[in-house]
């Protein structure tokens, strides 16, 4: 399926007939077969004055592609909702669903979440990963040495691996990845299971839950039932509260590997976060296995330029780097796919050891694990942008700071 670029993406929705039957249908249609060819990971429809408002977040970044009529005989939004299973005549509350493959041709998975707004509905199209993407840790193009290092983490039998970072830096895609890598390293000899909210993707060899809160099944239930099924590996899609990270260091002290992932803006940020949650300071030293905390930069296209600096705009190091110029094959923003950049929490040992006893604060921390060791976030970014993989507009507008 060949890319269709926003504007033309607009222009075709444009020509469809808001007052014709089939508009709802035909504009949905059209839309989720451009959004997957874009590569889109969420599509935007936001209720203004008369219409809807579209965009979709392409590589991290989002994007506008227009304003259209909402549809006079069927509704763009209620097609979606019928598409989900959802309740179309309930539009003053929230509502979750998902939508059918054949809903939209592929085998994508595809989740709706709607919200009422002043203008009416708000709808967000989230598009998952297919089963074919990332299949494996080389698929992610880590630094060697902290692939080497993930890698000698899922061959433990005990102890949390938590993967760490904000909203849509690539935490589950990674997380995936560990279940297929030790799914096809055991060769189905190991017992791996997982809690998830939702199941963004079927992997085969893992026996997936998906939770239900509305019938009891939230995340204390999921765990301590999940015990119980004879585990070695568990996945905990993520540990948002004080009670699922204590049941995820329970389960990492007693004989099972833990993967989970959580919000944090840096690795000791997440030490400390931990922490502040009531984790007690020996169980976050012996618990812990491994951290990693990770962010996603948009790839350079191959028509980026070389920039020289000048005594008004220098360049790091005096020297120059690749910048975003723009062609066709990208869609002429100078970006295509992204990177990631990833940094790694050294063993907790040692004087690092010493200051999670103590409780010392995330700079401490960050310090101590620089000193051992941990090549942080900006390292990491900086050795991308001399390589020419990624340019210095992107690292500040991920990281919010200048290298």
């Known amino acids: ?25 035909q504009f949905v249609d059209l839309l989720l077969q451009a959004g997957l060819a874009a590569g889109a990971s969420d599509i935007h429809l936001q209720p203004v004055g008369g219409g809807l408002e579209i965009g979709w977040r392409v590589d991290g970044v989002l994007q506008l592609v227009g304003r259209f009529p909402k549809g006079e005989p069927t509704d763009v939004v209620t097609r979606l909702k019928v598409l989900a299973g959802l309740l179309t005549y309930r539009n003053d509350v929230p509502q979750e669903g998902r939508l059918r493959p054949q809903s939209h041709g592929g085998d994508v998975e ?14 967000v199209v989230r598009l998952f990963a297919t089963e074919r993407q990332y299949l494996q840790l080389t698929d992610l193009d880590l630094p060697d040495e902290l692939e080497a290092e993930l890698r000698t983490s899922l061959q433990q039998t005990a102890g ?23 799914v096809q390293a055991s060769q189905g000899g190991r017992s791996v299971v997982s ?4 199941i963004e993707v ?23 039932s999940i015990l119980r099924q ?6 905990v899609g993520e540990m948002r509260d004080r009670e699922t990270v204590e049941a995820v260091f329970q389960a990492s002290l007693t ?12 690795a000791a940020e997440g030490l400390s976060r931990l922490a502040d949650m009531g984790i007690e300071p020996y169980l976050l030293r012996s618990g812990l296995r491994s951290l990693v905390n990770q962010r996603l930069v948009r790839r350079l296209c191959e028509c980026a330029v070389r920039y020289s600096g000048s005594d008004a705009c220098p360049t790091p190091h005096g020297g120059s780097w690749n910048v975003a110029k723009g062609c066709e ?23 690092l050891g010493g200051a999670i006893l103590e409780r010392r604060d995330s700079r401490e921390l960050k310090r101590l694990a620089t000193a051992a060791g941990m090549a942080s976030l900006v390292d990491r970014a900086r050795s991308a942008v001399e390589a020419g993989l990624t340019d210095p507009a992107e690292v500040r507008r991920v990281l919010g700071l200048a290298i």
């Not at 033309?8 to 020509?15: F, M, W």
């Not at 949390?160 to 030790?182: F, H, N, Q, V, W």
């Not at 004879?230 to 996945?235: A, G």
């Open 1 to 25: 399926m060949t890319a269709m670029p926003a504007p033309e993406l607009a222009g075709q929705l444009g020509k469809l007939s808001p007052i014709a039957v089939t508009y709802a249908t």
């Open 110 to 123: 595809m989740r709706i979440s709607t919200f009422p707004t002043l203008h009416g509905e708000r709808a």
């Open 160 to 182: 949390a691996l938590l993967i760490t970072g904000p909203a849509g830096s690539g935490k589950t895609t990674t997380a995936y990845a560990c279940l297929r890598e030790i």
């Open 195 to 198: 809690l998830e909210d939702p």
């Open 202 to 224: 079927a992997v085969p060899g893992v026996a997936q839950s998906q939770l239900q809160p509305a019938a009891g099944f939230d995340w204390s239930t999921g765990l301590r």
């Open 230 to 235: 004879d585990p070695e590996v568990i996945l």
């Open 255 to 266: 004989g099972h590997l833990v993967i989970s992932t959580f919000h944090a803006g840096d």
């Open 329 to 351: 094959r990208c869609g002429h923003v100078g970006y295509r796919g992204r990177l990631v950049l990833a940094e790694w929490l050294p063993a907790l040992e040692g004087e």
